[in-house]
């Protein structure tokens, strides 16, 4: 049961994505990433200051580090949200699993340990499988001249993986949850700010405005129901259950904005789906059994 708080954690996400969608007509990417930011540093200060968390840290570089990649991966994903279908852009994000699995693949290249790729043919077919769905749900985007968002979407996956190898390794050193996202918040925030001196800032209109107090919220909401997940559930399961944000996303864009999406979006999307969750499983199973050492 404690794995059904990744449902709620990927309605959050997928209802904040409606929100950007909504605050897209009237506020440029940067502006929604800065208000995403503050409004979450905020609640996430009160949250650390209510458990008694200190928000100071040994780790600052890893922060920082952290920061940088989640906040590229969180514009880009923003963007991809304002011009794309809202099943597309959540679907490339949660490419991430897959770029994972790839990496971990591209690892073993590297280290020159060639035997190992035989042991780990299932992972390489997994890793082609969710690259052949990304290639049928770009089909539709080149179509519609949407090709360029298409692309920024799939690049918001690939920060997302490189983020979550950076909250692993927050994680590994004793940094709390709740200070490793206010962190982050608060670097949205100041790139945010930082770029809005570059784009300008577009006129606040009411009650259009009103919708960014949800973004940062809902946001702020997802990480910790997700948090608890983790903490309490089947990791696997916990794993898996998020692509339900992917169904919610899909619902959200057909009936609040006529989202269509043909067949082969879909058979993409599907493919994506189905690569996510066999990479989860067969990145823990090489986890548990590692290959043994050669002498």
């Known amino acids: 049961m404690q794995a059904l708080w990744m449902v709620l954690a990927s309605l959050f996400f997928a209802s904040m994505s409606v929100c950007i969608k909504f605050a897209s007509a009237h506020f440029n990417t940067l502006e929604m990433v800065c208000w995403r930011g503050a409004i979450g540093m905020v609640f ?80 390489v077919l997994t890793v082609m499988s969710g690259f052949v769905g990304v290639v049928l749900m770009l089909q539709p985007t080149i179509a519609q001249d949407q090709l360029f968002a298409g692309l920024i979407g799939l690049l918001s996956g690939l920060g ?8 692993a390794a927050l994680g590994r050193v004793g940094e709390p949850e709740a200070r490793t996202v206010f962190y982050f918040s608060m670097g949205a925030a100041v790139a945010g700010a930082v770029g809005m001196l570059f784009t300008g800032m577009s006129p606040w209109t009411w009650p259009h405005a009103l919708w960014l107090l949800p973004i940062g919220l809902l946001a702020a ?19 898996n259950l998020q692509y339900s944000g992917i169904v919610f996303s899909a619902l959200f864009g057909l009936f609040l904005f006529g989202d269509q999406i043909p067949w082969i979006g879909w058979a993409g999307m599907a493919l994506i789906i189905s690569s996510g969750i066999a990479a989860t499983f067969l990145r823990a199973r090489a986890i548990a059994n590692p290959p043994a050492e050669e002498h």
């Open 44 to 123: 996430l200060a009160a949250l650390c200051q209510a458990q008694g968390v200190s928000l100071r840290t040994a780790v600052p570089m890893m922060h920082l580090w952290r920061s940088v990649i989640g906040v590229a991966s969180l514009a880009t994903w923003f963007y991809a949200i304002a011009h794309l279908p809202l099943a597309t852009a959540m679907t490339l994000n949660y490419m991430s699993g897959v770029w994972v699995a790839a990496f971990l693949v591209g690892g073993t290249l590297v280290m020159g340990r060639l035997q190992d790729i035989g042991r780990q043919g299932p992972i």
């Open 160 to 167: 997302a993986a490189f983020a979550y190898l950076q909250v």
């Open 221 to 239: 909401l997802g990480q910790l129901c997700m948090t608890k997940a983790y903490t309490h559930g089947a990791t696997l399961v916990v794993a």
